[in-house]
């Protein structure tokens, strides 16, 4: 029998690799002749990078940036040398998670960090780059990453402008002469889970920019200086960016990605999907075994356990999901989806004691599940 075991990370306990490992350990406890393929992955947010370094055999590396307020920090990135593909996650360096509620500052909050980080990567010649846009605290069109990557901006003036957000409310020129034209030659995939253009009610700052530390009063005078800024791209790159889905991820930074450097949005499990060759590994598959740490209703919102299914449904193979937490509403999972969704938690107690027990709770109901094909096998019901 062949299992395809692609799971997400377990937040808090455990790697996708990590659990990969632990189903592909219960699977051949019943079934010890099994062939397991332990294909970790992710859906674009926190531990793509991770995910896709174990499922491509490749390595992290480290490099000084700045934070979104330029304090220096050391952010991480992966590496797979044989396919040429640098993966990184922009909230290594401009994420929220790195600031205080207190600290967060739309007006100073840059992606210099960003450029840094890119400059590092393209000093490998990359022939393929993905990043995992989310998680910023920033609000600045993606101007900081632009002026490190040597993009200038004039006002009407002729002067430069400084690198903050609501600079951009003066820019007149954008000259990208700068920027490394070895970038030309650089497929380059967001990884991207939100639709929402670059400015407008559904913009940036009028949807994001709240949680950023954008007061109510402000969203008009941040908007209005990406919108400028947004028309400087869009002559650019003689393409209306700004209006793309996905140009307002990151606050904004999408957008200058896609202007700057011919980045392409694509969801991020899909991205995950083609990177591991996901569809390749299923073939002649028995059964898929995938899940992570929580899930419930908005699974199948792009989230890895939903896409991994979607996948194997185009092969007809069926689908077990294991998960630590079962939300609400999971019955819809299971409509032309999961085949069953089995939760892993075997005890009352604490939250502290399921974590502690995360794995090997994990490995014994993926024992249960697999006695329990075992058994059908048996009567010959399947």
Not at 277 to 306: I, N, R
Request: aromatic residues 4%; proline residues 4%; charged residues 20%.
């Amino acid at each position: 029998m062949k299992f395809v075991l692609a799971p997400d990370s377990f937040k808090g306990t455990m790697t996708a690799a990590t659990v990969a490992a632990t189903m592909s350990a219960g699977v051949r406890d019943v079934f010890p002749d099994a062939e397991c393929i332990e294909v970790p992955m992710a859906d674009g947010g926190e531990g793509t990078t991770r995910s896709l370094v174990d499922a491509l055999g490749g390595e992290m590396r480290t490099v000084e940036v700045s934070d979104a307020l330029g304090r220096s920090r050391t952010a991480h990135f992966g590496w797979i040398a044989a396919k040429k593909l640098a993966v990184v996650e922009i909230a290594e360096a401009a994420g929220i998670e790195h600031l205080t509620v207190e600290e967060l500052d739309p007006h100073q909050a840059t992606t210099v960090g960003v450029g840094q980080l890119l400059n590092h990567i393209i000093e490998l010649s990359p022939a393929q780059v993905i990043i995992g846009l989310g998680g910023s605290a920033t609000n600045d069109g993606g101007w900081g990453m632009a002026y490190e990557l040597g993009a200038i901006v004039k006002n009407s003036s002729g002067n430069p402008i400084e690198s903050r957000a609501l600079a951009l409310a003066d820019a007149a020129n954008l000259d990208t002469s700068g920027i490394s034209e070895r970038w030309q030659d650089v497929e380059i995939t967001l990884a991207c889970d939100v639709d929402n253009p670059l400015t407008g009610e559904r913009g940036a700052t009028a949807v994001f920019g709240p949680q950023k530390g954008v007061q109510p009063e402000e969203i008009a005078l941040f908007d209005a200086a990406l919108a400028q800024w947004g028309n400087l791209l869009d002559e650019t790159s003689g393409r209306a960016v700004s209006k793309n889905p996905g140009a307002g991820a990151a606050g904004g930074l999408g957008a200058a990605l896609m202007a700057l450097l011919g980045a392409k949005p694509q969801r991020g499990i899909d991205v995950v999907i083609h990177a591991v060759s996901l569809e390749d590994q299923l073939a002649g598959a028995d059964f898929v075994f995938t899940g992570e740490g929580s899930m419930d209703y908005q699974t199948k919102f792009g989230k890895t356990p939903w896409g991994v299914m979607l996948a194997a449904r185009k092969q007809n193979i069926p689908t077990i999901a294991f998960t630590g937490n079962l939300g609400r509403n999971v019955e819809s999972l299971h409509e032309n989806g999961f085949a069953a969704i089995i939760p892993t938690v075997r005890e009352v107690g604490s939250l502290t004691e399921a974590l502690e027990k995360a794995q090997p709770s994990l490995r014994e109901s993926v024992r249960m599940a697999c006695r329990i094909l075992a058994a059908a096998r048996h009567t010959e019901k399947f």
